[in-house]
């Protein structure tokens, strides 16, 4: 036993020690496989002003299926286009509690470090995604999202939330994402979810905003590209009768809003798989069997929408061609035919106090088709979110932190540039101001925490270049409102020159005209250029004005609300705001909620993730420089890399440097006893560091120059090899010395344990039975007593020798139960159980063994002691008479009584002496039981019949006599009266007769005198005496006298 704990001490030490030597190896990793893998923190790079390092860091590290690096706390991601066996169980295991930088980098180390920053500090945290088309925003947010699922404390109501967080993606992908050229699950809008959590850390709701989703998608997509998921899963994955109700058949071909990017299937896109996901989803987050209906008629609208086709008609104007779709659209949205015909093919014009109908022409009435599709998709879509919401929402009052996830669009440039990437771009540039406003701003805050003078960091401060976009009265935006206002017709070629006479002179907007020859070559008419940031951006004016007015005819939202459908109404509501006012532009709506997300995230703790994409083929393995150098440049890399190398590069907590490198000075190898910034300060004292190249903060040291980390952990490599070579040869001493004194001390044991091992064992012997018979004797003594601690052993004994003996004289059969062994006194009760069930045991057993016929005996016999025993005195001498089927066999019976019954089955017959009503004169007869009645017989004639349901009973005498009386109902005068017989089978008969009848109270057992009617009106008496001998008369009074022998009474 001892052995077998000092191994489990031993393992549990060894386990604890391989923990500790795997964390201490893993904490710097980073330094010490640097030339294989790169270095797992940029801030360590040394030329870190080297784009080309940069990349060489990134290409080793991804090559290497290292896929993560840290720039400081910021998280670099590159997209690997194939799974990975780093995201289970087991590595969120790891990641658990663990300190930032103690492991390789991770997305799991920043999402356990800003829960547990959230969960000390108490303040609210976001993580800031981002990245272009394709590096793997998505799936970094559900990556994190997945993790704080799995790792918060959970109860039902958590799980409840959880699942709800979880499942809020695949039905925001299947509304908001849609197939690109660059990425098959493209994010078409942005999306900021706050996950919040109550004081134990539990996830307890959560809250979405959406913004600028791409409704222009819903009406074209271009070549390659695809319209939002949910229509093809739909389409493809809805079951037969869902799509028989919303007039849609399985083939996307049929419709023209999925098939303008010539791409309506993907390999790498499930969509059958998809629509069950999304079903299940909906299911998850409350979504009522009404709710689905209706938004799926919603979605089948819109295909049904795409399908108007218009004509011209005799005067040029707009006609219906194929009325089927307007069919559908009115059955699905609840909206007459006939308003729907109008509210697309005419305009509401106000003209002073009347509104006039005004035809569309052709191509009008598509545009006003194609902007109505785009509202019902786009509040639809916002009901959407705000339905989630609803699913999320926590009611608590209490105080809750919050943990924020942007996964918000990546720079865009494509050939052709229209609103949607300027807004896209404006965004970032925006996220880029407040990401170094913020970085600078941590640094600046740490320095001063830890006493350390700070050092101003220069930077691109990309201020310029939002005010260009976003400045009142003189911004592209507020130009962009003004167009739309001007006297005359205003065009997107009118805007251009607007933007060249306002902001003409920026020095990061050009134009045609504006540009210089050289620069012309690349740009062309109609075509403005901005210098962002992250680098050139051409956009093509065209479109610029219809996008942003997002305009949609009156007639068409008045038409909208008419509808019966639920989530219509919603979108559409009656009171909306002053239709004479014009709506804000979408540039303008973008702009204010952009400012709403700043302020939103000003408030709040910043930790971010930069996706990288590596190829534009989605190539596993394929690393593209340019497109990565690209994406460095517009991500900021290089910019937040410098903002953190300014100053000094690396910074670690007194104890953790001292932990790792205390081996390289003898002063605090192995034990520092003093303070760990004291120890520091000797170690690098010892190590030879220069005053400039490092500084002692109140908490942490600070490395300036890389160089100087690395040459202390190559230090650090060497000394650990001659420790390892003296700790071995210590410990190895160590272990031989050990094992010499053990073996010493055993032989020493084993010598004093042998001599006096037999005369302990004898003595122990001798003191056994000592006590054995001490303690039988007293409980002997004592037998009779209740049970205690002097008898309990012998009463024990007692037992199981009475049951050892009881098992070898069990009686053999019933009839020998007399013979039960005799118990003593302790063991009488359960005695008597033990008897009770043995002898039902053996009554079960003897029952089994019976045939039918005696087993009908015995029943009758059971019968009869219910009746008699006890009661009648001639009983029991009746007992070991066995009963017979009937005293007169059927053959011996006359025909004639046979025939005249011969319906019923006669079931008994006896012979019995029958006492007339007047004079008690004997007669012979036959008592014939048949299953209804009971008839007296006097050869070939039938004297009486009685039938059962006018039997009122029968009476015998308690003495040994046979007579009995028979008493009838008599309700006429000519009927005859109750029947007085004598049988000798008085016994059998009776029981017979209470067995067809099947009446215990039938019969009445009496003592003294037996009244009987002889007729209505007049009645007889049986007197029952005892006597020196048996005798039958009629007495004086009258009465029939039955005397029974007195002996055979006893």
Known sequence: MKDRRRRVRISQRTSLEDRCNRILRNMEASLTARDRVGIQDFVLLDPYTSETAFLDNLRKRFHENLIYT????????????????????????????????????????????????????????????????????????????????????????????????????PVLEAFGNAKTLKNDNSSRFGKYMDIQFDHQGGAVGGHILSYLLEKSRVVHQNHGERNFHIFYQLVEGGEEDLLRWLGLERNCQH???????????????????????????????????????????????????????????????????????????????????????????????????????????????????????????????????????????????????????????????????????????????????????LTVKSEQEEYEVEGIEWEPVPYFNNKIICDLVEEKHRGIIALLDEERLRPGKATDVTLLEKMEETVGGHPHFVTHKLADQKTRRTLRRGEFRLLHYAGEVTYRVEGFLDKNNDLLYRNGKEVMQQSKNAIIKSCFP?????????????????????????????????????????????????????????QVKYLGLMEHLRVRRVGFAYRRKYDIFLQ?????????????????????????????????????????????????????????????????????????????????????????????????????????????????????????????????????EYLAYVRQNYLTRLKENLPKTILHADSWLRPPPVMEEASLLLRQLFLRDLSRKYVRGITEERKAQLVLKARTSFLFKGRKTSYPASVGSPFVGSRVALQDMNAKILQLIQRQNVTYTVPVLKYDRNGFRPRPRQLVFTREAAYLADGARIKQTVRYDALKGVSVSDLSDNFLVLHVKCDDVKQKGDLVLQCDFLFEALTKLSAIVDKDDLIRVVRGSVRFDIQPGREGFVDFRSGPKALVYRAKNGHLTVESASGENI
Not at 604 to 609: H, L, Q, S, T
């Open 660 to 792: 790792r490198y205390k081996a390289l000075c003898p002063d605090t190898w192995p034990n520092w006893k003093g303070s760990a910034a004291e120890g520091v300060r000797i170690l690098v004292r010892h190590l030879g560091y220069k005053t400039d190249e490092y500084k002692m903060g109140r908490t942490k040291i600070f490395i300036r120059h890389p160089r100087t980390l690395f040459a202390t952990e190559d230090a650090f490599q060497v000394c650990k090899h001659k420790l390892a070579t003296r700790l071995q040869a210590k410990y190895k001493g160590y272990r031989v010395k050990g094992d010499y004194q053990k073996q010493k001390e055993a032989a020493t044991k084993i010598e004093n344990c042998w001599r006096g091992l037999k005369a302990r064992k004898e003595r122990r012997q001798r003191e056994w039975a000592v006590a054995i018979i001490k303690r039988f004797i007293k409980g002997f003594m004592t037998r009779n007593k209740p049970t205690g601690a002097d008898n309990r």
């Open 255 to 437: 419709y023209n809003y999925l098939v303008q990017g010539n791409c309506a299937k993907v390999g790498s896109i499930n969509d059958k798989r998809d629509w069950k996901t999304v079903r299940q989803a909906l299911s998850v987050v409350d979504f009522g069997e009404s709710d689905t209906e209706d938004l799926f008629s919603v979605i089948a609208s819109v295909l049904h929408l795409g399908n108007i086709e218009f004509e011209a008609d005799s005067e040029g104007y707009a006609a219906l061609g194929d009325r089927r779709e307007i069919h559908w659209l009115s059955k699905l949205l609840g909206i007459p035919a006939q308003v729907l015909q109008r509210g697309l093919t005419h305009r509401k014009i106000e003209a002073k106090t009347e509104e006039v109908l005004s035809p569309f022409s052709v191509d009008h009435a598509v545009f006003a088709r194609d902007a109505l599709a785009k509202a019902v998709y786009g509040r639809a879509f916002d009901w959407l979110v705000d339905r989630i919401n609803g699913s999320l929402a926590n009611t608590d009052s209490s105080r809750k932190n919050v943990i924020g996830l942007l996964d918000i669009y990546g720079f865009e440039v494509f050939n052709v540039n229209s609103l949607e990437q300027f807004c896209i771009n404006y965004c970032n540039e925006k996220l880029q101001q407040l990401f170094i406003q």
């Open 574 to 630: 009656p009171s909306e705001p002053d239709r004479n006012k014009r709506p804000e532009t979408v540039a303008t709506q973008f702009k204010s909620s952009l400012a709403g997300l700043t302020d939103i995230l000003g408030t709040k703790e910043p930790w971010y993730v930069r996706c990288v994409k590596p190829n534009e083929a989605k190539q596993p393995g394929r690393f593209d420089d340019v497109l990565v150098r690209h």
């Open 70 to 169: 840290y720039v400081g706390t910021l998280l670099v991601s590159v997209n690997p286009y194939k799974e990975l066996d780093v995201y289970g169980k087991k590595q969120m295991d790891t990641y658990m509690g663990v300190n930032f930088f103690e492991l390789p980098p991770h997305i799991y180390a920043l999402a356990d470090n800003v829960f547990r920053a959230m969960m000390s500090e108490f303040n609210d945290h976001f993580v800031l995604i981002s990245g272009e088309s394709g590096a793997g925003k998505t799936e970094a947010s559900k990556k994190i999202l997945h993790f704080y699922a799995v790792s918060c404390p959970t109860t039902k109501i958590l799980n409840h939330v959880r699942d709800r967080l979880l499942v809020s993606n």
